[in-house]
């Protein structure tokens, strides 16, 4: 019975290490889209990941780095059902890097800014393009593009990136 038990502990033990290295890859790596099958896993593990990320700025960095992953993930899936689930994605993770960017330390805000500003250039390349949602969503399309405007505006006169987003309205179909 003693050796069950501490056979038993050691599996649990070495599960749980491969459950959170794997997360910690999917995070990472990104190999699912929203509207994927096994997305839900990933964004799971995406949303537990700055919990292991102590700095404000580091916290800063990898939300721009999703909005990034999002842009692109957009960019890849013009004209596909997924445009809509990934600009749900893209616009949670843009509040989330510019709450994170207005709580960085004041020595690093501008270079998380100007990548934010990189980051809305490239968004205004992309949402042009899609397809689906400005039909079957247009009020999320609408919210987005007024809220990236709304960003624009705060990192061309130097204000406060959160307080001057407005509110998404926008109705999930």
């Known amino acids: 019975m003693r050796k069950f038990i501490i056979a038993a502990m050691l599996i649990t033990i070495v599960l749980a290490a491969v459950l959170v290295s794997g997360g910690i890859a999917l995070a990472d790596t990104g190999p699912f889209r929203p509207g994927d099958l096994l997305f ?13 990320i102590s700095s404000k700025t580091g916290r800063a960095d990898y ?27 893209l616009n949670l993770y843009l509040d989330e890097a510019t709450t ?15 990548r934010l500003s990189d980051l809305i250039v490239a968004m205004r390349v992309v949402l ?14 609408n919210s987005v593009l007024a809220k990236i ?12 990136l959160a307080q001057n987003q407005p509110k998404p309205t926008f109705k999930n179909n």
């Open 40 to 52: 839900p896993f990933q964004h799971f593990a995406e949303e537990q990941r700055p919990l292991l």
């Open 63 to 89: 939300y721009l780095r999703m909005v990034k992953r999002r842009i692109e993930d957009l960019h890849l899936s013009t004209g596909k059902p997924s445009e809509q689930p990934i600009l749900e994605e």
């Open 100 to 114: 994170a960017i207005s709580a960085a330390p004041t020595a690093d805000q501008p270079a998380l800014r100007k």
């Open 128 to 141: 042009p393009n899609l397809q689906v949602v400005p039909i079957q969503s247009p009020d999320l399309y």
């Open 149 to 160: 405007t709304a960003l624009e505006s705060s990192i061309a006169v130097g204000q406060p």
